[in-house]
């Protein structure tokens, strides 16, 4: 101890100058938004790269489980082809829900988050690629959350499993619509809230993306109905959905480009002014 104390009394004014120094960048960053994104941008680039080596590393002692949901999601548009009347009416397979080629970066995830009540993963696409905030991340499953920060090469991405996350969905057979978050307990489920009484639910059903925002299109996949309740105080349905996708074994995804997003959020601006 008495050591401890001696170094510290040597090195006081080392320690003080640090001290100041830190406090001074946690200040300047705080109080402008410039620094505070290069800061982000910054870190988000050193942590990718770490992420996407040691992500390498866990794939290649993956790949027979990789192989094998390649074989069978090659099946699966095996049978599709094979089932089909008319193959020359089938749909691309590089076509998702509507959204064409040209609008989708495929990616692939490095790092992946679902322990927390706020969780978030890494991509390794960024700025370089198009990627931007506010995309739509989706895989073969399902939608898997929302793009928040970007650097030149990697973007980190709001989970929907993430108390913060709020996306529009819908009953597929009804299309009674509501507000899809997360009450952060279990990582195979979500909740579909504010569903009005007025709809018919029945546990099964599937639940999909509502198409009333600009980030994901209408009719991706999210999951199916598990329980129903009713809150009494608003005389809604909560609605438990176990997910398509299991958000803790995550690969390839893909993010959508909205070519129409900086339009409508210009528009929505000035009705609000």
Do not use: C
């Not at 830190?22 to 992420?51: C, D, E, M, P, W």
């Not at 005389?235 to 995804?253: A, C, E, P, R, W």
């Amino acid at each position: 101890m008495q050591q401890i104390f001696n170094f510290i009394f040597k090195n006081s004014y080392r320690l003080l100058f640090l001290l100041l120094l830190g406090t001074s960048l946690i200040l300047t960053i705080q109080s402008h938004s410039y620094h505070r994104s290069k800061i982000i941008s910054s870190a988000n680039f050193l942590t990718g790269g770490v992420y996407e080596r040691i992500n390498s590393i866990s794939e290649y002692l993956n790949l027979k489980t990789q192989n094998e949901e390649l074989a069978l999601e090659n099946a699966r548009l095996k049978s599709i082809i094979f089932n089909s009347k008319d193959t020359t009416s089938l749909p691309k397979i590089d076509t998702i829900r509507g959204v064409s080629k040209a609008n989708i970066i495929v990616s692939k995830v490095i790092h992946n988050s679902y322990s927390s009540y706020e969780n978030y993963l890494t991509i390794n696409s960024g700025e370089a690629a198009g990627v931007k905030s506010d995309m739509g991340v989706i895989n073969s499953a399902g939608i898997i959350g929302i793009v928040d920060k970007t650097s030149k090469n990697y973007a980190t991405v709001i989970s929907i499993l993430n108390v913060k996350s709020q996306i529009n969905a819908k009953i597929k057979k009804s299309n009674h619509f509501g507000s899809l978050v997360w009450n952060g307990k279990s990582t195979g489920f979500v909740q579909l809230i504010d569903v009005p009484r007025l709809a018919s639910v029945r546990k099964g059903d599937t639940i999909v993306t509502g198409g009333q925002s600009v980030i994901f299109p209408e009719n991706i996949g999210i999951g199916t109905i598990n329980n129903i309740f009713i809150d009494n105080k608003t005389n809604y349905y909560t609605l438990n959905i176990k997910l398509f996708n299991d958000m803790t074994s995550l690969g390839h995804v893909y993010i959508i480009k909205s070519k129409d997003s900086e339009e409508i959020k210009n528009l929505e601006k000035k009705e609000n002014e």
